[in-house]
């Protein structure tokens, strides 16, 4: 990515080449970004074989890519990081407990690492029940259906733009005991970010999230480096507002502040950084 992206910049007139194929493609039929860069891929050879167009055409397909990717991840898993901190540092005896397992599976002194993640099914609980109550992407994106249909008793014909609201499904009191607790535990058990179609933070299908194998690495990472090292507290007595804010990836309404105190045990976890 990092060359293609620096041959790119260094030659402008590749850019400027890629443009008349670009007008090939009719706006209408690119749904999305990736959509449009695997169109790019591929076009008609002399022999009238499938291939790749040229590099030029590629190269700004990488560059579209590197973009959504980078807006796409950024957002969604920052702010999946601060929901969930502000939920822990409104439930104190729920960092207790994830630190009480982080404990037991990583030895005093080490900082947790990639492989540690698949040992610490509480603190994917707490992410799972962070993006239950706030889905990073509550309206998943736009869909089509390529076929009339009917959903709850409603008419849908082909090509009607479909918007489905998962933040509503995953808050549904007939689908979810309590569902406006912050409750980690009710899922203890679950394998992975799936459960049938009432949780489903990462959409579902072959528009579902591509970056989800990622961000579940990455937030777990994270979260359990600054469960595993720090104490946290609330600034005050009173609870962090938990208002969300105008947005496409329901950004919090008021920035986390909280304090934080280094534990003993991870004194040597930072020299590993
Ligand atoms: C906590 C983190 C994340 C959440 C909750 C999340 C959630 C979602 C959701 C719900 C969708 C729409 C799926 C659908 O319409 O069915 C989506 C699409 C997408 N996500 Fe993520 N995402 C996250 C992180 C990432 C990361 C780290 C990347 C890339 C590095 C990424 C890249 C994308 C892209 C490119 C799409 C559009 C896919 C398409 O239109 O075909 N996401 N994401």
Not at 14 to 36: M, N
Not at 107 to 125: A, F, M, T, V, W
Not at 156 to 178: F, S
Not at 227 to 246: A, H, K, P
Request: proline share 6%; with cysteine.
């Amino acid at each position: 990515m990092e060359w293609a992206m620096s041959l790119l910049l260094n030659n402008p007139q590749v850019i400027k080449k890629a443009q008349p194929l670009e007008a090939k493609f009719d706006v209408k039929d690119i749904r999305g970004s990736y959509s449009f860069f695997f169109r790019m891929e591929t076009g008609e050879g002399r022999e009238g074989r499938r291939k790749l167009v040229s590099w030029g055409h590629y190269i700004p397909g990488v560059a579209i890519l590197t973009v959504v990717m980078v807006s796409a991840g950024t957002d969604t898993s920052v702010g999946t990081m601060e929901w969930a901190m502000s939920l822990l540092v409104n439930n104190p005896q729920v960092i207790k407990k994830a630190q009480a397992e982080i404990d037991a599976h990583i030895e005093k002194g080490r900082l947790l690492n990639e492989s540690d993640i698949n040992k610490l099914p509480y603190l994917h609980c707490i992410i799972n029940e962070t993006l239950r109550l706030y889905p990073a992407s509550p309206l998943l994106g736009p869909h089509e259906s390529s076929e009339d249909c009917v959903v709850g008793g409603f008419n849908v014909p082909r090509g009607t733009m479909l918007l489905a609201n998962i933040w509503a499904v995953h808050n549904d009191p007939n689908l979810w005991d309590e569902p406006t607790k912050f409750k980690p535990e009710r899922f203890e058990g679950l394998q992975g970010t799936r459960d049938g179609f009432k949780f489903m933070p990462f959409g579902l299908g072959r528009r579902g999230c591509p970056g989800e194998g990622l961000a579940m690495h990455v937030v777990p990472l994270a979260l359990g480096a600054l469960i595993q090292c720090f104490d946290w507290e609330r600034v005050g007595d009173e609870l962090v507002d938990m208002s969300e804010g105008l947005g496409l990836t329901l950004p919090k309404a008021e920035p986390l502040e909280a304090k934080c105190r280094t534990r003993s045990s991870a004194l040597n976890n930072f020299s590993q950084l």
